[in-house]
């Protein structure tokens, strides 16, 4: 069974500085993308950040310049580096991995609240 779960949210106050980790565990196979969402409360959830299989990443305009995904192939584990946090950022995060076979994954989310 497949599991994702993340890691490092938090409070902390504008221009400060959070890491977000994402460790799936199980088998999966032909992993096409790994990506990182966020709801903030009464709104859609939203893309914020890819990386593809091939290393390519893209962000939303909004985060652009703050925010930096990475991922550990070896560990199957995706991170999000969020700087210069707005209070605008504050939302539940969450992990998805898109497959080519198997579907897609997606995580239970962790908090992240930015104090202005």
């Known amino acids: 069974q497949v599991q994702l779960v993340e890691s490092g949210g938090g409070s902390v106050q504008a221009g400060g500085s959070l890491k977000l980790s994402c460790a799936a565990s199980?088998?999966?196979?032909?992993?096409?993308?790994m990506n990182w969402y966020r709801q903030a409360p009464g709104k859609q959830r939203e893309l914020v950040a890819t990386?593809?299989?091939?290393?390519?990443?893209h962000y939303a305009d909004s985060v652009k310049g703050r925010f930096a995904i990475s991922r550990d192939n070896t560990k199957n584990t995706v991170y999000l580096q969020m700087n210069t946090l707005k209070p605008e950022d504050t939302a539940v995060y969450f992990c998805?991995?898109?497959?080519?076979?198997?579907?897609?994954?997606w995580g239970q989310g962790t908090q992240v609240t930015v104090s202005s």
């Open positions: 998805n991995v898109e497959t080519f076979w198997q579907g897609d994954y």
């Open positions: 199980g088998s999966i196979f032909g992993i096409k993308a």
């Open positions: 990386i593809t299989s091939t290393g390519s990443t």
